[in-house]
């Protein structure tokens, strides 16, 4: 029965459908959390009688007839809009406006990408995700700083006692690494 495997088809498309939106929802408290959108194609077309076939000796089929056989999932994709802002009042938490992502670096030494922004110190004063993962370039912000300054381009900065405001090579950083997907 054709009928009822081209109906199963549809039914698992939307079962994929109603999964997708419900991770949407289960991550709407997700940082830097961007939602997937399924992207519906219909499958193979039977020719039952095709288009410009002959009806009569002197007529034609304008339009045939196509039998479908459902449809599928052809892909998920992720929607890199942008989301809204929150203030935290969290020292360390910061957001990317516009395109770019947080480079990290894995447990196993690759190089990932986050826009999750809720960055942490570990015990040695580096900022770190919220698994511990550190930012590259690493920033290490010294135990004795008085403030730390994030600015709106990603550049790090903190004031120590006696110092004022260092920007050298040890605490200049740009954290945010703009990368088009």
């Known amino acids: 029965m054709r009928a ?5 088809t549809g039914m698992h498309a939307q079962q ?10 289960a991550n709407v408290s997700t940082n830097g959390f961007k939602r997937g959108r399924v992207d519906f194609q219909d499958l193979l077309y039977e020719a039952a009688r095709p288009a410009g076939a002959n009806a009569s ?5 304008p339009t045939g007839i196509y039998v479908g056989h459902g449809s599928r999932v052809a892909s998920i994709q992720k929607l890199f809009t942008q989301g809204s802002f929150q203030k935290t009042d969290q020292q360390y938490d910061v ?15 690759e190089t990932s990408y986050t826009r999750d922004g809720s960055f942490k110190l570990d015990s040695t ?13 690493i920033v290490t912000i010294p135990t ?3 403030r730390v300054i994030i600015a709106d381009d990603g550049t790090v900065s903190v004031i120590q006692p006696g110092h004022g405001e260092r920007r050298d ?9 703009p990368r088009r997907s």
Do not use: K
């Open 4 to 8: 009822l495997y081209v109906a199963a």
């Open 16 to 25: 994929l459908n109603i999964d997708n939106i419900s991770n949407n929802l």
């Open 57 to 61: 000796v002197n007529t034609e089929i």
């Open 95 to 109: 957001a990317i406006e516009g395109d770019g992502f947080f480079q990290i670096t894995m447990p196993n030494g």
């Open 125 to 137: 004063g580096q900022m770190v995700t919220s698994n511990g993962d550190p930012l590259t370039p």
């Open 144 to 146: 004795d700083a008085e």
């Open 169 to 177: 090579d040890d605490y200049h950083r740009a954290i945010c690494q």
